[in-house]
């Protein structure tokens, strides 16, 4: 088994490692980064990544989508860890700029003191006063 954390959580997936290669199945691939193999290409949402025949057949072989080197095409940083077991699938500069740049926080959920879970995204458009504390 092996874990993979995205930007969208932390999966835990069967997944063929061999040195700097992650290959997943299309569905395991889809479920921890959004991504989809198609025709066009590559497609998360509306978006689509076009890719050339050649480096389709690099990236897809018996079923499976090496996922880190589509990665690397996208300019995006991957990491992993000496056995191959942890890899880290990370945003590109260019996208976490652009959050900055949108001066909106990123949404998180989190339980009151009674333990009910509230989510940001509850509150968009209202004000909100986060208050935070740390015993450090």
Not at 22 to 30: D, G, I, M, R, V
Not at 39 to 62: A, D, H, M, Q, W
């Amino acid at each position: 088994m092996t874990t993979l954390l995205t930007e969208t959580g932390v999966f835990t997936i069967d997944a063929n490692v061999s040195g700097e290669e992650l290959w997943l199945s299309p569905a395991a691939a889809e479920s921890a980064t959004g991504w989809v193999l198609k025709e066009e290409g590559f497609c998360r949402g509306p978006l689509c990544v076009p890719i050339s025949p050649t480096i389709k057949t690099e990236l897809v072989s018996n079923g499976n989508i090496n996922i880190s080197d589509f990665w690397r095409h996208m300019n995006r940083p991957i990491l992993h860890d000496e056995s191959g077991e942890v890899w880290v699938l990370g945003e590109s500069a260019a996208d976490r700029t652009a959050q900055l740049q949108s001066l909106e926080a990123p949404d998180f959920t989190l339980p009151d003191l009674q333990g009910k879970f509230h989510s940001l995204a509850e509150h968009r458009g209202k004000k909100v006063f986060l208050c935070s504390w740390a015993s450090w």
